[in-house]
């Protein structure tokens, strides 16, 4: 579905990406883990195509999306829905009105077809009874599942999520590791998700990358990662303060 070919990327003399290969099979859940700042959700922005390479290419089923530009590069982000880590909700719009957005922007749907549409999703999301609310009046779970439901309404192949339980506590972490699988397995999409949430993502993710230092150490099967012998990988799996990474 997408490979990431020998991708590099600085900001000034800040190497953040130097030399990451990856590869996202159909259908799959990937997690990518790492330190903070290791380049995380820089992969997700190139995945689509929200920054370019300064070298190597970013495939999307066979076709690279580094070299697009205008309505060429709009119709492969077409097959994407992002859910941000802080969900990015119209403040000023109803729930109601943040899922339909999409469906306003790029279909032409009749009202009564969107009003559908969208009474469905929040019924999916476990929103059916909050579609008038604005987002201010919402829980942080309640903002992500209306986040959720506004980036699934277009029924898109391919699912990124950058952080999507930051600032959850324990228990809503899990509801919406939940949501993840149930959505999954209800669309088929295939998804990326960026996460911190160790080892709470493994339960959820059919494979596990970890990034550091700008390139991919090692990806496998969550039994894989949590079984390895890299130090780097287990010290950041532990949260161990001794070992080969340091606290900065």
Do not use: C, W
């Not at 909700?89 to 749907?109: C, I, Q, W, Y």
């Not at 439901?149 to 277009?154: D, F, K, Q, V």
């Not at 993840?180 to 996460?195: M, P």
């Not at 039994?223 to 070992?243: A, H, R, V, Y």
Request: no cysteine; aromatic share 6%.
């Amino acid at each position: 579905m997408i490979q990431v070919i020998d991708v590099y990327r600085s900001f000034g003399r800040q190497q953040v990406l130097a030399g990451v290969n990856l590869q996202v099979q159909k259908g799959e859940i990937l997690a990518i883990v790492g330190r903070s700042g290791s380049g995380k959700t820089v992969m997700l922005k190139l995945l689509i195509g929200l920054m370019r390479p300064d070298r190597g290419k970013i495939l999307v089923e066979d076709t690279d999306i580094s070299r697009l530009y205008g309505r060429r590069l709009d119709r492969v982000r077409e097959r994407f829905g992002m859910l941000f880590q802080g969900g990015a909700l119209f403040d000023s719009l109803t729930v109601f009105d943040n899922v339909a957005f999409p469906l306003r922007e790029k279909t032409r749907l009749s009202r009564a077809e969107i009003a559908t549409e969208v009474g469905e999703m929040l019924q999916k999301v476990g929103l059916a009874d909050m579609d008038y609310k604005f987002p201010a009046e919402l829980s942080g779970g309640m903002k992500k599942r209306a986040a959720l439901a506004r980036a699934l309404i277009t029924s898109p192949a391919i699912m990124l999520f950058d952080e999507p339980t930051t600032g959850l506590d324990p228990i809503l972490v899990r509801a919406i590791h939940h949501l993840i699988v149930e959505t999954h397995r209800t669309f088929g999409y295939t998804a990326v998700l960026v996460s911190h949430e160790i080892p709470e993502v493994f339960e959820i993710a059919t494979r596990v990358a970890m990034i550091h230092e700008g390139r991919i150490i090692e990806d496998g099967t969550p039994e894989t990662i949590l079984k390895s012998s890299n130090p780097l990988i287990q010290q950041f799996i532990t949260g161990s303060l001794e070992g080969p990474i340091r606290a900065t």
